[in-house]
């Protein structure tokens, strides 16, 4: 989802000329490519379709890949550094991932 949300500012030279009705279109049309990946994986992944993960554990996992992608997409394509802040919440996330997956 990163890519449909913050792609248009991302990519503000090359989509310019769109009006944002075009904008929302293309970012919809990301957004479905995405999910025809996401859905499939949750029913897959999911302890009621025989997969080993609770709705927490996917959540979770789900969240985390979001925001791993974010920080590339930011580092590599919005020139944005790190920060330290940004790796205290990246040990939070690593402590939400311990707890959640705890027995």
């Not at 449909?4 to 075009?22: C, D, N, T």
């Not at 999911?46 to 996917?58: D, I, K, Q, R, V």
């Not at 330290?84 to 990246?90: A, I, Q, S, T």
Request: proline letters at 2%.
């Amino acid at each position: 989802m990163t890519l449909a949300w913050y792609g248009h500012i991302a990519f503000k030279s090359k989509l310019e000329r769109y009006g944002i009705i075009a904008i929302i279109l293309i970012s919809w049309a990301v957004a479905l490519l995405e999910y025809c990946f996401q859905v499939p994986a949750n029913r897959i992944g999911s302890e009621a379709m025989g997969g080993p993960f609770t709705l927490w554990h996917l959540k979770v996992i789900q969240e985390v890949v979001s925001l791993v992608v974010f920080t590339l997409f930011m580092v590599i394509f919005m020139h944005e550094g790190l920060k330290w802040n940004h790796f205290v919440g990246f040990a939070c996330l690593v402590l939400a991932v311990y707890f959640i997956f705890k027995k």
